[in-house]
């Protein structure tokens, strides 16, 4: 018999019969004049609508989150867009939320972001290219900044900035290696003041930050204002307002913080709205949106980057505690494929069936579980199913879990789509109903920020202690005496272990996390802790996706995802 020749992403893209995005709104009741249209099949909703609907009963709220990431693939948006199908499918009004991918994974390694197989959102080549161009509207307003910041420095310099105390770099949405340090102002007086600087990834951006945490656009324009861009001689802060840059940086963002509204392959509405990164950012799509899914459907599913010990953690710690926002459950993604990984089995070997590696990988899914279940939330474990997994592999899982008290659920929405999720909606569901816990934050505000990166450190990596120089605890003081003291923490780290050594798979121990720079985000609202290796600008691996991308005769995108 012939193997089953499985389409690509973008092919089954290719097939999709979507809706006019004004039927997919009519769904959750949203006017055709709310909508302002990108083209027939995505719109973004109008904040005047938004605001209306902040008085409406809120539905439910399940995270969607998944173990520590690897080479093998867990399939966290998948299962994000998977499990909004079925839960439609079963008679719930259910809206998915997720980030917009950014262009430097989509030329680079990992590929699109808009869900995989059966369980995309759509239109898929739109969304991972320059969609509703919110993108570049944040690119736009953090690089405006950073032109007024060498414009002051330029003439005449009367808020007395120091340029090599300047921290607001340059930010663009691709991998570049090259730009991560750079010399500005050579040529002369008439190009500026010579000094260091650099380019970060646009996901990392601050502006990015605020953009997903602001409800309105006056809330945006203030914490624009309070963005600082470096300090003085004094090391006395100097803000965007300072500048009277905000404004400005507020007009280029209008238009973007609109939601912007799209569709799954099976026709059902989801938001696809803002997009830092988990590993170097807080990793969650827009307050906005979230929120206004919560007000139009009875489930809202939403989902945060990379693993639970950082995307979940900031949603929870970040986005929850400013917004408001509670999740009623969990679902953390996981597959055989990962487990075995983390349970020491090389790549080239993963389809060989191991129960045993599988075993010894559960360490990372249940250290996942005991944060989840810290929180106060209940959790359900999602088992995105690939042909090579064997019956043994799951009940080794599913015996690890009932011992647990959680559920996990085999769920095959990749080649079947909402359906193959079913059994996964009707878990959630008994979940997040009968909820029995009260969620609690990690840590208070008033906890000093050095407790706070601690804390982290200790309870949700699971290491012994935080470390670091003596430069980096004055600072750490310093911000503290500069009134930040209550902001909470995100941390910048690796996601491919909860160490900050990418190379220590499962449930690592003994270990210590070194702090190795500290910065605030004043806008945003926290403190930004970078550790290890992580870097704020990406680069593009040996054999970046964008070598295979192309168009084809007939002008059709081929390769991407």
């Not at 191991?354 to 106060?376: P, Q, S, T």
Request: with cysteine; hydrophobic share 45%.
């Amino acid at each position: 018999m012939a193997a089953k020749i499985v389409p690509s992403d973008i092919e089954i893209a290719h097939q999709a019969k979507m809706l006019p995005i004004d039927q997919v709104a009519a769904r959750l009741k949203i006017p055709a004049d709310a909508l302002e249209h990108y083209g027939k099949y995505k719109a973004k909703v109008g904040l005047s609508f938004y605001q209306q609907q902040l008085t409406k009963p809120r539905g439910r709220l399940v995270l969607v989150t998944a173990i520590s990431p690897t080479p093998a693939g867990e399939g966290k948006t998948t299962t994000t867009v998977g499990l909004g199908d079925a839960l439609n499918r079963i008679g719930k009004r259910a809206v998915v939320c997720i980030r917009e991918p950014s262009l430097g994974p989509s030329f680079g390694v990992k590929g699109g972001a808009a869900g995989g197989g059966y369980a995309q959102v759509m239109p898929m080549e739109d969304i991972n290219l320059h969609f509703t161009g919110d993108f570049h509207a944040v690119t736009s307003a953090h690089n405006l900044l950073s032109a007024m910041v060498d414009n002051h420095l330029t003439h005449g310099n009367a808020l007395g900035l120091d340029p090599n105390r300047v921290v607001w770099k340059r930010v663009m949405d691709m991998n570049d290696r090259a730009l991560r340090e750079i010399v500005l102002g050579l040529g002369g007086v008439a190009n500026g003041v010579v000094r260091q600087s650099g380019f970060d990834i646009t996901v990392a951006s601050e502006v990015m930050a605020i953009f997903c945490l602001s409800q309105d656009l006056k809330e945006l324009r203030e914490r624009l204002g309070r963005i600082v861009v470096g300090y003085t001689r004094e090391k006395k802060p100097v803000t965007a307002a300072q500048l009277k840059a905000n404004g400005a940086m507020a007009v280029l963002l209008r238009d973007a913080l609109a939601p912007n509204l799209v569709q799954t392959l099976e026709n059902n509405p989801a938001f696809v709205h803002g997009g830092p990164f988990a590993n170097i950012a807080h990793g969650c799509n827009s307050v906005l949106a979230t929120k206004l899914a919560l007000s139009l459907g009875e489930y809202t599913i939403t989902e945060a980057g990379f693993g639970a010990d950082l995307g979940a953690q900031k949603f929870l710690d970040i986005k929850c505690r400013f917004a408001g926002l509670a999740p009623d459950a969990v679902v953390l993604v996981a597959t055989v494929r990962a487990l075995k990984m983390h349970g020491g089995v090389d790549k080239k070997d993963l389809k060989a069936p191991n129960a045993a590696a599988v075993e010894r990988g559960l360490a990372n899914m249940e250290k996942h579980l005991e944060n989840i279940a810290g929180y106060g939330l209940p959790a359900v474990v999602a088992i995105n199913r690939f042909t090579s997994d064997t019956d043994e592999e799951f009940a080794v899982i599913e015996q690890r879990c009932a011992k647990l008290g959680v559920k996990a659920v085999l769920a095959t929405h990749w080649a079947d789509g909402g359906a193959g999720a079913e059994a996964l909606a009707r878990a959630v569901i008994e979940a997040a109903e009968k909820k029995d816990g009260k969620f609690k934050l990690l840590y208070p505000d008033e906890m000093p920020l050095w407790e706070k990166a601690r804390t982290i450190a200790q309870k949700i990596y699971g290491a012994k202690d935080i470390t670091a120089s003596a430069r980096v605890k004055t600072k750490f003081e310093e911000l503290e005496k500069a009134g930040y003291g209550k902001f909470p923490i995100c941390m910048a780290k690796t996601q491919y272990s909860f160490s900050t050594d990418p190379t220590l798979r499962g449930r690592p121990t003994g270990f210590d996390v070194e702090i190795r720079e500290v910065n605030v985000s004043a806008g945003a609202g926290f403190i930004v802790c970078l550790t290890g290796e992580i870097m704020t600008m990406p680069g593009l691996p040996k054999v970046p996706a964008a070598e295979v991308i192309d168009l084809d005769a007939d002008g059709q995108i081929v390769g991407l995802f």
